[in-house]
């Protein structure tokens, strides 16, 4: 491949302390071959980096090490909501056995629009089995009106709408109530029939509280999940 008329693969000088030379590609672009090295008297062509190292490119506006492009300034009054929580729930419903858990929760700015980004992931309180997970988007519309995207890990895309109150009064500005009601909930051939949820979040100080209720399986809107839970971290890009 070396000796062809538009050479493959380049032959590089002989490192100290190795027995044998090694050889380069010249597949691709920006490979780091440079033009003989006067020093090493031979002709052959100086490859700056080493065989199997990745080629290094220019970052662009969004790759890593770039500035982070700044919060919405429609996600300023849920500032106190942004970060990474961690607690406990319990759980009940009239189909199954009480249960308690463990929840992970992120609200997360998407860079530069009206929409926080949420996961969720919660484990047995008994053996730390995982339970459930859901992530989407909450997407501000104005000061107060809401929408919520969610998908499910058992088969299940909800979709609703809300609103946002600040009930802390002069007490505690930053506190933030949302109240969200499905306006459609749909499953895959094998999910469970869930018909309609209703989900509040108070965010207080550095505790996060939930409560959500649930219609299902042929019974109607009734008290799933409650849970309390402890800013651990802050968010990224805030």
């Not at 519309?141 to 809401?146: A, R």
Request: a negative charge; glycine letters at 10%; hydrophobic letters at 35%.
């Amino acid at each position: 491949m070396a000796g062809r008329s538009t050479p493959l693969v380049v032959e590089l000088p002989r490192q100290p302390g190795r027995r044998e030379n090694r050889w380069a590609h010249l597949l691709g672009e920006n490979l780091g071959v440079q033009p003989a090295d006067p020093q090493l008297g031979d002709g052959r062509p100086s490859v700056e980096r080493h065989v199997g190292a990745p080629a290094v490119s220019t970052p662009g506006p969004h790759t890593v090490g770039a500035a982070a492009p700044p919060m919405s300034p429609a996600l300023e009054p849920f500032r106190s909501m942004l970060g990474r929580w961690e607690g406990d729930g319990v759980g009940e419903y009239p189909t199954i056995d009480d249960f308690a858990y463990t929840e992970t929760i992120t609200f997360a700015p998407l860079a530069d629009k009206p929409v926080i980004q949420y996961t969720s992931t919660t484990r047995h309180a008994d053996d730390g089995r995982p339970l459930h997970a859901e992530t989407g988007y909450l997407r501000v519309l104005g000061e107060s009106k809401l929408e919520l995207v969610v998908a499910q890990a058992p088969g299940l895309i909800e979709a609703g709408s809300g609103i946002a109150t600040h009930p802390g009064g002069a007490d505690d500005r930053h506190a933030v109530r949302l109240v969200i009601d499905s306006t459609i909930v749909s499953g895959t051939t094998t999910a469970k029939e869930v018909t309609a949820t209703e989900r509040c979040y108070l965010v207080t100080g550095g505790r996060l509280e939930y409560d959500i209720a649930m219609a299902a399986v042929g019974h109607p809107m009734t008290h799933h999940l409650t849970a309390e839970l402890k800013r651990v971290g802050a968010a990224s890009a805030l």
